[in-house]
């Protein structure tokens, strides 16, 4: 059998080639809902324009204490001790800010996303369920919904998740808001536009413990204005007050907000010292059964405030290779009976993201083929700077779906035999299929 010779690019088109299969950052192809700020440097929710309004809330409010409050409690006090007033307001307001970009800029905990499932496990009974057998075609593989690990001699129970194409670890949940898998999920924070996570939890809290003492610091002190001016002016309250419009506006402004920032405070001071979630404290109530994360009161908050932050497993400047898709139709080029994850759900899961789909595996497939191009490797293996797309069970590069020259020019060749044997043997091909 004659096989045709691979076509030969000419300069122009081997340049082209070149120039898609161009390298990209992960941040510039993240198949999650973030926004990204300095190179990748920053990484914040989809609803990261909430942030603006929560630090308005924090500055024009202490704007507002120095400017008419601390001022003139100044020379109020022996020994100009009235300057700490305002310097305490202001280095307290800046570490409050810090602290909020601390819990929105950074990484919360994302488990970085699997290109295709994992492998079945070699005790998993896969010829009573998880195998459906079409006529002569490959056995579509089902992984189980759930899994049951032990957690200090407590059996937990782990999902996978469709999206991220992988098994959850115990206390993990995929945020529906950002996309992501997170670990130690506790909630996705409108106020702060970000998932709250494991790696930044701890700033979470020390940013609303931090903005409850803030609250209560200029309330009190707006008090401690009134009281300067009735002992000034020999006036009673409501004409001190009266004196002092900011200071009124000051006082029910702090003291509605601490209601919120402190409730909450007091609620998280309360995970801490049972070492929940908040997404276990409202789905679980371990208050009725066995909490297998609970280490006692003192260890629980040495787990929270005294342990190193883990580091990200993203590296979100990351260079990576994409591969474009140089001949073929590319429908044609991916098998979807391969693999089959679209199995029903167990059991209600509030945190769910999107079904099984391409664009959720990391690949985005345009209407006109000339434009596909690879865009995720998440899943890779990087070691030294270079990517290694892993490869799956079927032996096919899960990285790329591109069809390489000599075996298009063997389809061809192999076309054209049948068709001339068909010819010589009488048998006629219809008008359309030709």
């Given at each position: ?61 202490v704007?507002?204490f ?35 970009l ?127 001016i ?18 009124i ?20 001071i ?125 032996g ?32 006629n ?6």
């Amino acid at each position: 059998m004659y096989v045709a010779p691979p076509p030969q690019l000419s300069d122009a088109t081997q340049k082209s080639t070149d120039d898609n299969a161009a390298t990209s950052r992960i941040y510039q192809i993240w198949l999650g809902s973030n926004k990204f700020l300095l190179g990748g440097r920053l990484i914040f929710g989809p609803d990261v324009r909430s942030l603006f309004l929560t630090i308005f809330m924090i500055i024009v409010p202490v704007a507002i204490f120095c400017a008419f409050v601390a001022k003139d409690l100044l020379d109020k006090f022996p020994h100009h001790l009235g300057i700490f007033i305002m310097a305490i307001a202001i280095i307290f307001t800046v570490y409050d800010l810090f602290l909020l970009l601390l819990t929105s800029g950074r990484d919360p905990g994302i488990i970085p996303r699997n290109e295709h499932p994992p492998e079945p496990e070699e005790d998993y009974d896969a010829s009573t369920s998880t195998a459906d057998w079409g006529g002569g075609q490959t056995p579509r593989l089902r992984l189980p919904r759930m899994k049951d690990i032990m957690v200090n001699g407590v059996a937990v129970k782990i999902k996978f998740c469709d999206t991220c194409m992988l098994y959850r670890p115990p206390r993990c949940s995929h945020c529906s808001i950002c996309n992501n898998c997170v670990e130690r999920f506790d909630h996705h924070c409108p106020w702060v536009g970000q998932c709250i996570g494991q790696r930044n939890y701890r700033y979470f809290f020390m940013f609303v413990f931090s903005t409850t003492l803030l609250c209560i610091y200029v309330f009190a002190f707006c008090w401690v204005y009134i009281k300067k001016i009735i002992e000034e002016r020999q006036v009673n309250v409501w004409r001190a007050m009266l004196k002092t419009p900011a200071s009124i506006v000051l006082i029910v402004y702090t003291f509605i907000a601490v209601w919120f920032v402190g409730g909450l405070t007091a609620f998280h001071i309360y995970l801490i010292s049972t070492n929940q979630t908040t997404y276990e404290n409202f789905r679980y109530r371990y208050d009725s059964k066995v909490n297998p994360y609970h280490r006692g009161l003192v260890q629980n908050f040495i787990e929270i405030f005294f342990t190193s932050t883990p580091p990200s497993k993203n590296n979100f400047r990351a260079k990576v290779r994409r591969e474009p898709i140089g001949y073929g139709d590319v429908t044609s080029a991916i098998d979807t009976d391969t693999l089959d994850t679209n199995m029903g759900k167990g059991g209600g899961d509030l945190e769910m993201g999107s079904k099984p789909s391409w664009p959720s595996l990391g690949y985005e497939i345009p209407e006109d083929p000339e434009d596909f191009q690879v865009q995720s490797f998440e899943g890779s293996d990087t070691r030294g700077g270079i990517q290694h797309p892993r490869r799956s069970s079927w032996g096919r590069k899960s990285g790329s779906w591109e069809i390489t020259p000599d075996i298009i020019a063997l389809a061809a060749g192999v076309g054209g035999e049948v068709s001339r044997e068909k010819r010589a043997n009488g048998v006629n091909t219809p008008p359309g299929n030709r």
